[in-house]
Nanobody
Framework: QVQLVESGGGLVQAGGSLSLSCAAS????????MSWYRQAPGKQRELVAR???????YYTDSVKGRFTISRDVPKNSVHLQMNRLKPEDTAVYYC??????????????????WGQGTQVTVSS
């Protein structure tokens, strides 16, 4: 059973830094991509950053230059370093994983998974 376990987050003043981590465990063959999404109250969940298997990255415009996504391949984990935080970064942050899982017949297919979410609050 695949699990995504998140850690980090919390409360910080504007201009400060926080880091988030997410580790994938359970029965999967490989990682296609891992991402961080966030959802602020009353808003839709949005993609914040993504890192794919070739280590290429994507950032939404509002966090470019402030957030850095990285991965630890042996630990099947992803990290999000968030610097120069702003009040508008306040949200619940969710880890998302696109994994190849083994299915009957020895083949694989892609499945996606979500973490439980962690609160990030930036005070002004």
């Amino acid at each position: 059973q695949v699990q995504l376990v998140e850690s980090g987050g919390g409360l910080v003043q504007a201009g400060g830094s926080l880091s988030l981590s997410c580790a994938a465990s359970g029965g999967f063959f490989s990682i296609n991509a891992m991402s961080w999404y966030r959802q602020a109250p009353g808003k839709q969940r949005e993609l914040v950053a993504r890192i794919i298997s070739d280590s290429s990255t994507y950032y939404t415009d509002s966090v470019k230059g402030r957030f850095t996504i990285s991965r630890d391949v042996p630990k099947n984990s992803v990290h999000l370093q968030m610097n120069r935080l702003k009040p508008e970064d306040t949200a619940v942050y969710y880890c998302h994983a696109d994994l190849q899982v083994l299915i009957a017949g020895g083949t694989t297919r892609a499945n996606t998974y979500w973490g439980q979410g962690t609160q990030v609050t930036v005070s002004s």
